[in-house]
């Protein structure tokens, strides 16, 4: 099996488990993030896997985002690889073919909480914190924090944790839409591979398709997305899985997905 700096995989069916593992507080840096790429896009050409969950090792952090001491002497060539690189595996993970849930754990702060803002759903525990605290050390979020947290949560809130430097609970967070479900401590992944089982018994063919259009709404109108709807919809047609889907529900069986 490949190997991924600071990242465990494991696989559970047709679920990919990645679990950030960098103590003490699962901090991505430039091996974390490279490999994050390099293996969502390992997980895209494995035909075998339709959903992927993310977490973070221990009992404490989801991830607190960067190591600071990187930018510490102010120099512009580090920000600037580092910038791309966080960008570049958060766009990989938003970009994951299938279903991606993240399980947060605990504390998510910075770019550990665009970690999650990347993944298509988040199930937080209890106990969870979430925060863009850039600003209060003279940054700003670079990972997508400034266009994801808004889409999901309004600008007002938005403003209230990126520009005020707003810290929120869980509870809060699943108020505002920021997460959509709340669990008890402990039982974040748990929560998350049952929803992924959920999600591995749609076709896996339209799940990519369908995620595709929902998230050209960030981007377009509906007016212009329209169109690409009714195109999507046709395009199944040319997969094994729509005849599969629909001969598998006149015979009152369960469908044997192909990802094809």
């Given at each position: 099996?490949?190997?991924?700096?600071?990242?465990?995989?494991?696989?559970?069916?047709?679920?990919?488990?990645?679990?950030?593992d960098?103590?003490?507080?699962?901090?991505?840096?430039?091996?974390?993030?490279?490999?994050?790429k390099?293996?969502?896009?390992?997980?895209?050409?494995?035909r075998?896997?339709?959903v992927?969950?993310?977490?973070g090792?221990?009992?404490?952090?989801?991830?607190?985002?960067?190591d600071?001491?990187?930018?510490?002497?102010?120099?512009?060539k580090?920000?600037?690889?580092m910038?791309?690189?966080f960008?570049?595996?958060f766009?990989?993970?938003?970009?994951f073919?299938g279903?991606?849930?993240?399980?947060?754990?605990?504390y998510a702060?910075?770019?550990g909480?665009?970690?999650?803002?990347a993944?298509?759903?988040?199930?937080?525990?209890?106990?969870?914190?979430?925060?863009?605290?850039?600003?209060?050390?003279?940054?700003?979020?670079?990972?997508?924090?400034?266009?994801?947290?808004?889409?999901?949560?309004?600008?007002?809130?938005a403003?209230?944790?990126?520009?005020?430097?707003?810290?929120?609970?869980?509870?809060?967070?699943?108020?505002?839409?920021?997460v959509?479900?709340?669990?008890?401590?402990g039982?974040?992944?748990?929560?998350?591979?049952?929803?992924?089982?959920?999600?591995?018994?749609?076709?896996?063919?339209?799940?990519?398709?369908?995620?595709?259009?929902?998230?050209?709404?960030?981007?377009?109108?509906?007016?212009?997305?329209?169109?690409?709807?009714?195109?999507?919809?046709?395009?199944?047609?040319?997969t094994?899985?729509?005849?599969?889907?629909?001969?598998?529900?006149?015979?009152?069986?369960?469908?044997q997905?192909?990802?094809?």
């Amino acid at each position: 099996m490949n190997h991924y700096a600071h990242l465990n995989l494991e696989k559970r069916g047709h679920t990919a488990v990645i679990t950030i593992d960098n103590p003490p507080a699962n901090t991505w840096n430039r091996d974390s993030l490279s490999a994050l790429k390099r293996l969502v896009a390992d997980l895209n050409a494995d035909r075998d896997i339709y959903v992927l969950v993310i977490t973070g090792q221990g009992e404490k952090f989801f991830s607190a985002g960067a190591d600071l001491k990187l930018f510490a002497d102010g120099d512009k060539k580090v920000a600037t690889e580092m910038t791309m690189l966080f960008g570049e595996a958060f766009e990989a993970l938003s970009a994951f073919r299938g279903v991606s849930i993240a399980a947060v754990n605990g504390y998510a702060m910075g770019g550990g909480l665009e970690c999650a803002l990347a993944c298509d759903i988040r199930i937080a525990e209890e106990q969870a914190q979430m925060a863009l605290p850039e600003a209060g050390v003279g940054l700003l979020p670079c990972a997508g924090g400034t266009q994801n947290l808004p889409w999901l949560v309004g600008e007002g809130w938005a403003k209230r944790m990126i520009l005020c430097g707003e810290r929120i609970d869980a509870r809060t967070a699943e108020r505002i839409g920021l997460v959509e479900e709340v669990v008890a401590k402990g039982q974040a992944l748990d929560a998350a591979l049952k929803l992924a089982e959920q999600a591995a018994r749609q076709s896996p063919s339209s799940v990519a398709v369908c995620k595709q259009l929902v998230q050209r709404a960030r981007l377009q109108p509906p007016a212009h997305n329209l169109i690409h709807e009714r195109e999507g919809f046709i395009k199944l047609f040319d997969t094994q899985d729509q005849g599969e889907g629909t001969r598998a529900f006149l015979e009152k069986r369960a469908p044997q997905w192909k990802n094809a």
